[in-house]
């Protein structure tokens, strides 16, 4: 389990070194269409910074309000307070804000740039269709991706795919209205075709990897949720409960989907779920936890 925990942290860095290059990439692009050169990185740079900036202040209040979650207290649901409560004893972090989406699809999700920022909202349906150790482990889960910072990388990763899809939408419209002109000239043509298809395919890339890196933290955060519970098969049984559970959430959208500790659109076909889901397959989420078990 702690091999699988570097691995997915190892395998992250490296996709958002590459998101941060493609940026820098088609800022400097872009410089060179405007004909400012290696300044067109500054915007590029700027942009980014001013987005996450935005995304990492306010982004769990949007999470919140478009879920509909409704914030408890301990003597509104003493049973979810307490088993949260003990969690983030045993995990060694705050207690989170606790909130219930009133919907009955199985699912949950945690929001907030840090452990001491955090929230974490569980679906009506969860709470009555789970047993206790199925539904200590969705929690586990949820408390792994804050104690794990995974909020806060999902959001930067979010954020930057938005960017890049400004940017070629921006570079795109210069060189369909402009053409190439005197500017482009101190540039090779065999630069300025791949720039052109760059600008084309980057947006396609950019959501790749973003679905990539979302995958890759929710293994981890099975991983290290079992490490909290001690117990794979709680966390297994209640992913096979929300795979049979083909209900979807109505409030979800496609940005806060990668949250959720499922595809809350309920089941895809599996070509599908593997390429461009949020989330990588029940099916083999269940079999690494299984395997962690034996």
Known sequence: ???????????????????????????????????YGWYGIIPAAILS?????????????????????????????????????????AQGMPMPRLYIIPEQAINAFATG?????????????AMQKLTNEELEGVLAHELSHVKNYDIRVMTIVIV????????SDWMVRIQFFHGSNDRDKGLHPIFLVVGIVLMILTPIIAQLIQLA??????????????????????????LEKIAQDSQPLETANS??????????????RKWLSNLFSTHPPVEERIARLRNMGR
Do not use: C
Not at 3 to 31: C, D, E, M, Q, S
Not at 113 to 125: W, Y
Not at 160 to 167: E, H, N, S
Not at 259 to 266: D, E, H, S
């Open 49 to 89: 910074l001013v987005m996450t900036l935005f995304s990492y202040y306010g982004g769990d209040k949007v999470a919140l309000a478009t879920s509909r979650a409704q914030e408890i207290a301990r003597n509104d649901n003493p049973y979810l307070w307490r088993m949260v409560e003990n969690l983030s004893i």
């Open 255 to 268: 940005a806060t989907a990668h949250l959720y500790i499922a595809n809350p659109f309920g089941n895809t």
């Open 113 to 125: 740039r840090d452990p001491q920022h955090a929230s974490v909202a569980v679906t009506l349906g």
């Open 160 to 167: 930057l795919v938005g960017v890049i899809a400004l940017l």
């Open 213 to 238: 890196v979302s995958r890759s933290r929710e293994y981890l955060a099975d991983a290290s949720g079992v490490l909290l519970t001690r117990y794979p098969e709680g966390l297994a049984r209640a």
């Open 1 to 35: 389990m702690y091999n699988h925990i570097v691995a997915n942290k190892r395998k992250t860095f490296l996709l958002i070194t590459i998101f941060v290059g493609i940026i820098l990439g088609l800022g400097y692009i872009a410089g060179h269409m405007t004909g």
